[in-house]
């Protein structure tokens, strides 16, 4: 906290917007809190008030912990399970060599309960500035009822979800609707986003923008993440729901290669084409070979013309 408020000094800023993803969240809440007067928006992701709640149940953080006393190494790959999720982009070998590359196992064990001891829940109803709240639904490191928790406490905040990990691919959307907000734009709806009332967020039932699309024996549930064919239940990966339900979106058109990959993976994967066909192939053989057409050297079309 004073690191900030120092470096805050040395830039001579007298207003901004301040972010905190994951454990960088609880210090720009407190920030937010005592210097309400220079900040113009809060943006959070991945974060969290209360510390004993990470890594949830306590007795997957005493495992880690034991684990990180005695073999670094297989402590780091654990790590990455949790961090990482199945869609997450990058690998848990890099995710693993990042950290045995950047802290000792004393470091390591030392950050995690500093992280644990952290509680700033007393601020939350302190703060009076916008607040974009962020979370992934299947985050393991920092459960979802953390943010949840932290939107109930800031008055006015909003609160969008994606499925994934801490660490998912859907991070690029995030970082669009955080541009509109800080922007001040309107964020409109996101397909890989559910917008919950943070007033409600730890009981509500959020809402999906895209519902649920039907053709014939195909049915997507937006709303539910489920996918059936024929009325038996297809188990797609993440990315994979997220490509079938925006190609879905505009049946019979043709989507280019590149619209695909900025709408579903991102800007820094636009030109990565056997990235995208390889997921087009895994949709094919779950699905019907003929439900997603190609359109030789530019792209895809789901249904018919």
């Given at each position: ?68 006393k005695t073999q670094w190494g297989v402590a780091s790959k654990l790590l990455s399970a949790i961090f990482l999720g199945d869609d997450s982009y990058v690998t848990p070998e890099q995710f693993a060599l990042y950290q045995t590359a950047s802290a000792s196992a004393d470091d390591a064990l030392a950050l995690i309960d500093r992280a644990i001891n952290i509680d700033v829940r007393d601020v939350l109803a302190q703060i009076d500035v916008s607040t974009l709240v962020f979370h992934h639904r299947d985050d393991m490191a920092v459960p979802i009822e953390l943010g949840q928790e932290v939107a109930a406490g800031v008055r ?150």
């Amino acid at each position: 906290m004073r690191d900030l408020e120092a470096l805050v000094e040395h830039l001579g800023l007298e207003r901004f917007a301040v972010g905190g993803m994951s454990e960088g969240a609880p210090t720009a809440i407190l920030y937010a809190a005592r210097h309400p007067e220079r900040i113009m928006r809060l943006v959070l992701y991945g974060s969290y008030a209360r510390g004993e709640g990470l890594m949830a149940p306590p007795e997957l953080r005493d495992a880690v912990r034991m684990v990180l006393k005695t073999q670094w190494g297989v402590a780091s790959k654990l790590l990455s399970a949790i961090f990482l999720g199945d869609d997450s982009y990058v690998t848990p070998e890099q995710f693993a060599l990042y950290q045995t590359a950047s802290a000792s196992a004393d470091d390591a064990l030392a950050l995690i309960d500093r992280a644990i001891n952290i509680d700033v829940r007393d601020v939350l109803a302190q703060i009076d500035v916008s607040t974009l709240v962020f979370h992934h639904r299947d985050d393991m490191a920092v459960p979802i009822e953390l943010g949840q928790e932290v939107a109930a406490g800031v008055r006015g905040s909003r609160f969008l979800s994606a499925p994934g990990g801490h660490y998912a691919v859907s991070w690029t959307e995030f970082n669009r609707a955080s541009l509109a907000f800080l922007l001040g734009e309107e964020i409109g709806e996101l397909e890989t986003y559910r917008e919950e009332d943070p007033a409600h967020a730890t009981s509500a039932s959020p809402r999906e923008a895209n519902g649920v699309y039907g053709d014939g024996p195909l049915v997507i549930d937006s709303d539910r993440h489920v996918v059936t064919l024929d009325g038996q239940g297809v188990e797609l990966s993440p990315t994979e729901f997220r490509l079938l339900a925006e190609l879905a979106r505009t049946p019979g058109r043709v989507r280019s290669y590149q619209e695909l990959l900025h709408r579903v993976w991102g800007a820094e994967y636009v030109g990565e084409t056997d990235f995208l066909h390889v997921y087009v192939s895994r949709l094919r053989r779950k699905l019907r070979a003929d439900l997603i057409t190609t359109e030789r050297g530019f792209g895809y079309r789901f249904g018919s013309r």
